[in-house]
């Protein structure tokens, strides 16, 4: 089955995206992809571009589209004590109806598996209990330069090397403050930092969360038009593992 939804997409306007992630481009592709609900969420990693956020909100309001089209932001954990790039002034200030955040970084220069873990985990339950925060964007990715040779996620070559009692407290924590958990195509499956043994146990992964009865926010995470056509091949990859369109994650079900 196609997936009905994409709750993860970048425009031009950050810098991040390139030109052809013009607003009204993505939202026709997306309408051409037959997708019902889409969030337009771009980059937060700092208050002196919620300016850039409003052109979006603008070029929003100019479009008429029978798609249900959130106006998002994807915020930043700003240092190891957790804090998120986005406080409720900002929320306001910037009219956002949806939030999704979470780690962009190890914080180690040194593959201290141990010490990864922990901190990327601590980060990760402290982003799902944000009050601010709706989703918790791409467990376990890191850019490919922290995956270099000696770099600190050298090790990280498929998702056993995290242990199931992380995963276990990762699903209790977004069941207990009403968080979704993010199935990430670019992440993940177009990168090539990550191997074949690495997509397989990921997915796998995504799988425990949701039988925990976590509800997965799906998202091709796209920083380029083409890419947004991914939404239906991770909507397969969930497939595989008996992922249904009931166990994913729409705005209205934000905790309140
Ligand atoms: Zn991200
Ligand atoms: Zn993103």
Redesign the pocket.
């Known amino acids: 089955m196609p997936s009905p939804y994409d709750f993860?997409i970048?425009t031009h306007y950050l810098k991040c995206a390139n030109e052809t992630m013009q607003v009204k481009d993505v939202v026709r592709r997306c309408e051409s992809l037959g997708l019902e609900a889409i969030a337009i969420?771009d980059?937060l990693n700092a208050p002196q571009f919620l300016p850039q956020h409003a052109l979006i909100k603008r070029d929003l309001s100019e479009i008429d589209t029978p798609m249900r089209v959130y106006f998002g932001v994807?915020v930043n954990v700003l240092d190891k004590t957790g804090r998120v790039s986005i406080d409720e002034e900002q929320l306001a200030e910037g009219g956002f109806e949806v939030v999704i955040g979470g780690p962009h970084t190890s914080y180690f220069k040194e593959p201290d598996k141990e010490g990864i873990i922990d901190l990327q985990h601590q980060l990760m339950l402290q982003v799902l209990a944000h009050p601010l925060v709706d989703v918790l964007?791409h467990p376990w990715w890191f850019s490919a330069s922290e995956f270099r040779p000696g770099g600190p996620m050298e090790w990280l070559t498929d998702m056993t090397q995290i242990p199931d009692w992380h995963t276990r407290e990762l699903a209790e924590t977004a069941l207990k403050y009403g968080k979704a958990i993010e199935a990430n195509y670019s992440a993940f499956y177009t990168e090539k930092q990550y191997g074949e043994a690495f997509r397989e146990t990921y997915t796998h992964y995504l799988a425990e969360i949701a039988r925990r009865g976590v509800k997965l926010s799906i998202a091709t995470?796209s920083h380029d038009i083409n890419r947004l056509d991914g939404i239906h091949k991770m909507m397969e990859i969930l497939e595989s593992v008996g992922i249904t369109r009931e166990q994913l994650w729409t705005p209205e079900m934000k905790a309140a």
């Open positions: 993860h970048h969420t980059h994807e964007v995470d």
